[in-house]
């Protein structure tokens, strides 16, 4: 974490006055909370067991803003936030110091209202820091505003002394102008029923994202919006407490155990944005690690991985534009098409030198994208370039496949036109032809023709002849048997005709794309040929399915060459290997 | 004897048509597809129909389905199949169901009259009918170890007779021996060879084809 040049003033100033203030506080507080018999002005001062659960809660606040800030730099004012929600959770305690300085007391009285707001605040902007719909900024600004108002109005018009239902300071205000207890008290009503809402507001926003969201953003967000559901909750049936009966009493075991709910949340909240906090770390650091790795050439796909382990988002894809063609290939150079307009899913562009070099396909709900491109700037502008290049290449790969698939799919489909045209023509034509031979002959066996009888004995023959080499002829173009009724059947007739014995293994009954059913015909034809040629006493063929891939072997075909079979198989992105004892095609067959 | 011919290149149904005429056989339809067979077969009620393998609209197999067709509805109807494919797979899957009453035969072959005559009378007499090409290069097939070296000429004579789809008492009078000689050949040749069907009954045709076409060469 040595390298953060990118942090910003505020940033630093933060980072220096946090820890120091969170101690400061801390062991303030610990000095203040007073456990006094006589009179008890804070919640803390109450038992043993409300003093440890509102330190844990303010202190762990303090402490979750200072974990946030260290394991997750860039998440903006979200740490400071947090922080700031721990001071003023412990600014109770500084209202009800008995005995202490006035100043304090009275300035911890301005502060405390503006924890209902530190805490929306930091829900509506987790996980990210950021709040990132303009309904949101608006929510919040409206409790600031609100906790401000009565932060000030108090501090102008409350004079603690006039107040009948004070009992934590009646005493302090420094800052009073103008005693107004009637201003005051409508001011203390307004904000109970202010807090009613916004903490129904809370546990309802927490229900509804946790509700609304995909699997992954609930994943990534439960640890928060739990305790913020149940701080909410807290905070109304506490204002409905007030409602009932205003004077606050933290004896009152409605009062004390409404107390222990709102710190006990508050201590889940600092552990939810704690545990945000680490795992966005953890990711940074898998981001960090891939791009370590580079040097040793990543497969290609694996910044895909490591962007969904580090947003948690198990579907984020990464996308490169392909110069001058308009389309997207993943990692593996296979084109896809840009999610439509969904709502749940998002794509942000990764911009290097104004040029567009990646998509991200996200989880619209988990991913901000800002963090996104930030955590990929930061740690994968390496894996990026990289991967984008390789995808390129092997896009251009597999253009280049389709091509040649395509011309030999053309060359089959002429050889069948061809075939056709035989079948349906030069053949029918000549079997007319023998048929009138034959008519003419049964006139020409009268008596005395037999000169006639035997010269047409010979053109039958011969058409006969011609009949038997048309039928090979377009057989050898294209095997008819093969369309119609599939590689196994064709691989029989193979073997009837064969030169030499072929002995068949297992054989397919499925049927297979065209062009893998004519390119392992051909792998067959062909290797039968070369054994004849080098006279073998026999060929073995098998053909089988494993998985997505027709696999045909073909044994005692001899060494080859069979340069246009590979190429043949290459073609259907397949792969032929042969050596002396065994030719192997395996053809892809989805 | 009442035939159909189905045939979509004229002049070879012409031939066809010509020839049965002048065998003394009635033409009572013509087809040009399968759609036209299957309705004539309805309205006419023939004792046999030619039918070409390969016809409208694919020109791949038709023939072969209408065969199937017409031996499951209408078990009487006997078929004879041309086609110009020396395919002992056709042949093969045309008997496989319904073993009586088919035959597959080389087009060219059919313009010798004796042969069409020969080949209706025996499918509409209940035996099948398979093209001596087609045998003569299953029986000719290279193999390793040839189990039919086992055989004298005169059984691999009959054998190729028997898988031709001829009866005891036809292969008796074409090689001028009694049937009981014949019937003793096929027990023989069945014994030699292991093949389980009945010697006896048109299902053995597909049983020595089989045999022919084992895989292991």
Known sequence: ?590 | MRVIVAEDVMLTREGIVRLLRDAGFQVVGEAEDLDGLMRSVVLERPEAVVVDIRMPPTHTDEGLVAAQRIRTQHPDVGVLLLSQYVEPSYAMRLIQDHPERVGYLLKERVFDAAILVDALRRITEGECVIDPTIVSRLVGRRRREDPLSQLTDREREVLALVAEGLSNLAIANRLFVTERTVEAHTKQIFGKLGLEADPGSNRRVLAVLAFLRSPVA
Not at chain 1, 143 to 152: F, G, L, P, R, T
Not at chain 1, 403 to 424: I, K, M
Not at chain 1, 492 to 501: K, V
């Open chain 1, 1 to 590: 974490m040595g390298t953060r040049v990118w942090l910003d003033q505020p940033m630093r100033l933060a980072g220096v006055l946090l820890p120091a203030s969170a101690a400061a506080v801390g062991v303030v507080t610990l000095r203040v909370v007073p456990r006094s018999d006589l009179a008890v002005t804070t919640h803390a001062g109450a038992s043993w067991a409300a003093g440890v659960a509102d330190l844990a809660a303010g202190l762990g606040l303090l402490g979750a803003g200072l974990v946030v800030w260290l394991f997750r730099p860039g998440s903006g004012s979200g740490p400071l936030v947090v922080s700031l929600a721990g001071l003023a959770w412990l600014a109770a305690d500084w209202v009800g110091w008995e005995g202490g300085p006035p100043v304090a007391r009275s300035l911890a009285m301005a502060v405390e209202p503006f924890f209902l707001a530190f805490v929306v605040h930091l829900v509506l902007a987790a996980p990210g820091g950021r709040l990132r719909s303009r309904h949101r900024r608006i929510a919040v600004g409206a409790v600031y505003a609100a906790a401000a108002i009565v932060s000030v109005g108090r501090a102008l018009f409350r004079d603690p002394f006039l107040d009948p239902w004070c009992w934590s300071n009646c005493t302090d205000n420094v800052f009073l102008a103008s005693a107004q207890p009637d201003v005051a008290r409508a001011l203390d009503s307004a904000w109970i029923l202010f807090s009613l809402a916004v903490g129904l507001l809370l546990a309802t926003l927490a229900v509804r994202q946790m509700a609304a969201t995909t699997a992954t953003a609930r994943r990534s967000m439960w640890p928060v919006l739990v305790p913020a559901l149940l701080l909410g909750m807290a905070v109304g049936a506490h204002a409905l407490a007030l409602l009932r009966q205003r004077l606050e009493s933290p004896r009152d075991p409605v009062f004390s155990s409404l107390f222990q709910v709102r710190a006990w949340a508050a201590v889940g909240l600092a552990v939810g944005v704690i545990l945000v906090a680490v795992r966005a770390w953890r990711a940074r650091a898998t981001l960090a690690r891939l791009a370590a790795d580079l040097g040793e050439a990543p497969t290609p796909g694996s910044l895909g991985l490591a962007l969904a382990s580090a947003t948690g988002d198990p579907s984020i894809g990464v996308l490169y534009p392909l110069p001058g063609s308009g389309r997207h290939v993943d990692a593996s150079g296979t084109t896809v098409d840009l999610p439509a307009n969904r709502s749940d899913r998002a794509v942000t562009p990764i911009v290097r030198n104004g040029r567009e070099v990646a998509l991200v396909v996200h989880d619209a709900a988990t991913v901000d994208p800002e963090q996104l491109r930030m955590q990929i700037g930061a740690a994968a502008r390496l894996a990026v370039e990289n991967e984008r290049l390789q995808a390129e290449v092997l896009a251009q790969l597999e253009d280049l496949r389709a091509s040649r698939a395509r011309v030999v799919e053309v060359g089959d489909a002429e050889r069948r036109r061809l075939e056709r045209n035989l079948h349906d023509g030069a053949q029918q034509r000549v079997l007319a032809l023998s048929y009138d031979l034959r008519l003419a002959r049964a006139g020409a066996d009268a008596p005395g023709a037999s000169d006639l009888a035997a010269l047409l004995a010979s053109a039958e023959e011969a058409a006969q002849g011609a009949i038997d080499e048309l039928r090979e002829l377009a057989h050898g173009i294209y095997p008819a048997v093969l369309t119609e009724a599939g590689i196994g059947p064709a691989l029989w007739t193979l073997a009837d005709s064969a030169p030499l014995p072929v002995e068949l293994g297992e054989l397919p009954e499925d049927r297979f794309p065209k062009a893998v059913e004519r390119t392992a015909f051909v792998v067959a034809s062909e290797a039968i040929d070369a054994a004849g040629r080098l006279e073998s006493t026999h060929v073995a063929l098998r053909m089988f399915r494993n998985d997505d891939r027709l696999i045909l072997e073909v044994k005692g075909a001899g060494p080859g060459p069979f340069v246009h079979l590979a190429d043949r198989v290459g073609a259907l992105g397949g792969r032929f290997t042969n050596d002396a004892s065994l030719i192997r095609a395996e053809l892809p067959c989805v």
